[in-house]
């Protein structure tokens, strides 16, 4: 066989290469994308689920994630932590947990919403007063993974400004879900800001999966036009 038709045998097995890493590439895009509708999809439905208790939703956390729940218990207004860098209508500030252990003496964080920054990086934000005695509480329930991973803002006992950080993961053992707090039997516990909810969009996925084939096609047009022109 000529070296040049070897070459030309070459350069075919290359194309025919790249034509099948941009159809697995394509898939690849294509099953995000459906995997991503189905998610978005499970989460508006249960949102607009009714209330049902947390001992219910316990069955099957991963299929309860974002219905709203229900549970009594107390707060611990000595484990707090504020998560950075959370806007709301573009001023910064915290996202405010507390610890809860519920009736059952199970224990788990709870977003009690959006609060503005103090004046400085060394003022503590304006914290909303935590009840104390047993309450009741209702809330969106999110998985653990969601929680955002690594250091936060440990508010101190006294005085003022934040003094330390700490990882909620690994000071406190905790269940593997937390609470979106919406409402509770007190009216402090309403937040004034709640937890956002995530915009709901099935992203580019698609549109990935669609230029990726036009990428194979390419090749394949561009192997044909090579031919050609011999």
């Given at each position: 066989?000529?070296?040049?038709?070897?070459?030309?045998?070459?350069?075919?097995?290359?194309?025919?290469?790249?034509?099948c890493?941009?159809?697995?590439?394509?898939?690849?895009?294509?099953?995000?994308?459906?995997?991503?509708?189905?998610?978005?999809?499970?989460?508006?439905?249960n949102?607009?689920?009714?209330?049902?208790?947390?001992?219910?939703?316990?069955?099957?956390?991963?299929?309860?994630?974002?219905?709203?729940?229900?549970?009594?218990?107390?707060?611990?207004?000595?484990?707090?932590?504020?998560?950075?860098?959370?806007?709301?209508?573009?001023?910064?500030?915290?996202?405010?947990?507390?610890?809860?252990t519920?009736?059952?003496?199970?224990?788990?964080?709870?977003?009690?919403?959006?609060?503005?920054?103090?004046?400085?990086?060394?003022?503590?934000?304006?914290?909303?007063?935590?009840?104390?005695?047993?309450?009741?509480?209702s809330?969106?329930?999110?998985?653990?993974?969601?929680?955002?991973?690594?250091?936060?803002?440990?508010?101190?006992?006294?005085?003022?400004g934040?003094?330390?950080?700490?990882?909620a993961?690994?000071?406190?053992?905790?269940?593997?879900?937390?609470?979106?707090?919406?409402?509770?039997?007190?009216?402090?516990?309403?937040?004034?800001?709640?937890?956002?909810?995530?915009?709901?969009?099935?992203?580019?996925?698609?549109?990935?999966?669609l230029?990726?084939?036009?990428?194979?096609?390419?090749?394949?047009?561009?192997?044909?036009?090579?031919?050609?022109?011999?």
């Amino acid at each position: 066989m000529r070296q040049r038709e070897k070459f030309s045998i070459l350069k075919s097995l290359l194309v025919l290469i790249a034509i099948c890493l941009c159809l697995l590439a394509a898939q690849w895009q294509y099953h995000r994308g459906i995997h991503r509708h189905h998610q978005n999809f499970l989460i508006e439905e249960n949102i607009a689920a009714p209330k049902i208790t947390l001992s219910a939703a316990e069955a099957n956390l991963l299929k309860s994630e974002w219905r709203t729940v229900t549970t009594s218990g107390t707060f611990d207004s000595r484990q707090t932590i504020l998560i950075r860098n959370r806007y709301f209508e573009g001023k910064y500030g915290f996202e405010y947990l507390t610890l809860f252990t519920n009736n059952q003496g199970k224990k788990f964080w709870v977003d009690r919403g959006w609060i503005v920054a103090g004046k400085d990086a060394l003022t503590a934000p304006l914290l909303p007063s935590t009840p104390s005695g047993v309450v009741e509480i209702s809330g969106r329930l999110r998985l653990d993974t969601s929680l955002p991973r690594g250091s936060f803002f440990a508010l101190p006992q006294s005085g003022t400004g934040l003094i330390s950080k700490w990882n909620a993961q690994k000071e406190v053992k905790t269940e593997s879900y937390y609470l979106d707090l919406l409402a509770g039997s007190t009216a402090e516990l309403t937040p004034a800001v709640s937890a956002q909810l995530p915009e709901l969009s099935d992203g580019p996925h698609m549109a990935y999966a669609l230029q990726w084939v036009f990428f194979a096609g390419l090749f394949g047009y561009g192997r044909i036009l090579i031919r050609r022109t011999r």
